[in-house]
């Protein structure tokens, strides 16, 4: 198993493009995330999804969209980039079942600068 | 609004100089907590579980134990291969299939 894999490893951008973040997982998880990471300020939520076709926002998802077509594949979109979201972007899965909290499993990351 | 917070921010321990981590949370009637292992430039990597007070996990010099308010990270005899940041969550308290995270503990072991 590949775990969860993530595309770019690293992307520069100009204010006001747009770009998708891919993220991919093959252990056939129900729960996936998008978190952005920031120096010192730990991880934060910004959208997940608890199953194709649902989503849902977390702490922080103005600027972004995301989409679950499918169990595997949950691509972050960027519209109209500004320097504020240069960060870290991890993308998780987990399998979770009613009544107990399970572990989530982190990709390698996305590093992220607008200009 | 549960918290999470992780002490000390960083930790410098010379290589065999044995220390402890600390994760407190606000949150009621807790679902778990997880520790996580981050690397620079890496995703974190998961580590332990734990469910109920008084449960205790090891994974080589690391053990990890939980009361009711509080979690801490054991490190003995630590390897400078043991140097990450090392991050706790607890699950939301509106949906557990959420973590909140804490800031994490910066710790570098010096030979």
């Known amino acids: 198993n590949a775990g969860v894999t993530q595309t770019p490893k690293f992307r520069i951008l100009k204010i006001g493009q747009s770009m998708t973040l891919q993220c991919t997982q093959d252990?056939?998880?129900?729960?996936m995330y998008w978190y952005r990471q920031d120096p010192g300020m730990g991880l934060k939520l910004i959208y997940y999804?608890?199953?194709?076709?649902?989503?849902d926002k977390g702490e922080v998802p103005n600027g972004y969209n995301v989409s679950r077509s499918t169990t595997e594949d949950f691509p972050l979109r960027l519209e109209l980039a500004a320097p504020s979201q240069t960060s870290v972007y991890f993308c998780a899965s987990s399998y979770y079942r009613t009544g107990q909290a399970h572990e989530q499993f982190f990709g390698p990351g996305t590093r992220l600068t607008v200009l | 609004e549960d918290q999470v917070t992780q002490s000390p921010e960083a930790l410098r321990l010379q290589e065999g100089e044995s220390s402890s981590l600390n994760c407190s949370y606000t949150v009621s009637g807790l679902r778990g907590l997880f520790w996580y292992r981050q690397d620079p430039g890496k995703g974190p990597e998961f580590l332990f579980t734990?469910?109920?007070a008084g449960e205790e996990k090891e994974k080589e010099r690391l053990k990890a134990t939980l009361t009711k308010k509080e979690s801490f990270l054991h490190i003995t005899a630590p390897k400078p291969e043991d140097s990450a940041t090392y991050l706790c969550?607890?699950?939301?308290?509106?949906?557990?299939?959420?973590?909140?995270f804490g800031a994490g503990t910066q710790v570098v072991v010096t030979p």
């Open positions: 999804s608890v199953g194709a076709g649902i989503t």
């Open positions: 252990m056939n998880h129900n729960y």
């Open positions: 969550a607890v699950p939301n308290r509106d949906s557990w299939g959420k973590l909140q």
């Open positions: 734990l469910y109920s």
